[in-house]
């Protein structure tokens, strides 16, 4: 079993930065992919973004490609979601998801993701 707790979240300005953190406990951390993932009102939930078990590499989505930034740190069992240069269309609850089994380096599809967090709130106004 994994427990993951999201941090972070609030209400910023377009163009502003936040960073959302999220701890995990419960297995051996440094053996899971992590991600991120969001979910506006009234859509699917989408892929944001990955990380390896050893930070080597990570993947994002079109739409946050060059302006959020995933990175772990195994030594205190966290990941983190840097996002800067903030739009209104990233408002959503924001969730952070733990992959066990990955065959592969990363995993960007939800179903591939054994584990999730609460969500935080991420509001950025116009």
């Known amino acids: 079993q994994v427990q993951l707790v999201e941090s972070g979240g609030g209400l910023v300005q377009a163009g502003g930065s936040l960073r959302l953190s999220c701890a995990a406990s419960?297995?051996?951390?440094?053996?899971?992919?992590m991600g991120w993932f969001r979910q506006a009102p009234g859509k699917e939930r989408e892929f944001v973004a990955t990380?390896?078990?050893?930070?080597?590499?990570?993947y994002y989505s079109d739409s946050v490609k060059g302006r959020f930034t995933i990175s772990r740190d195994n030594a205190k069992n966290t990941v983190s979601l840097q996002m800067d240069s903030l739009k209104p269309e990233d408002t959503a609850v924001y969730y952070c998801?733990?992959?066990?089994?990955?065959?592969?380096?990363?995993?960007?599809?939800?179903?591939?993701?054994?584990?999730w967090g609460q969500g935080t709130q991420v509001t950025v106004s116009s």
């Open positions: 998801a733990a992959d066990q089994d990955g065959v592969a380096a990363i995993a960007t599809s939800q179903h591939q993701y054994e584990y």
């Open positions: 419960g297995r051996t951390f440094s053996s899971l992919i």
């Open positions: 990380i390896s078990w050893d930070g080597r590499s990570t």
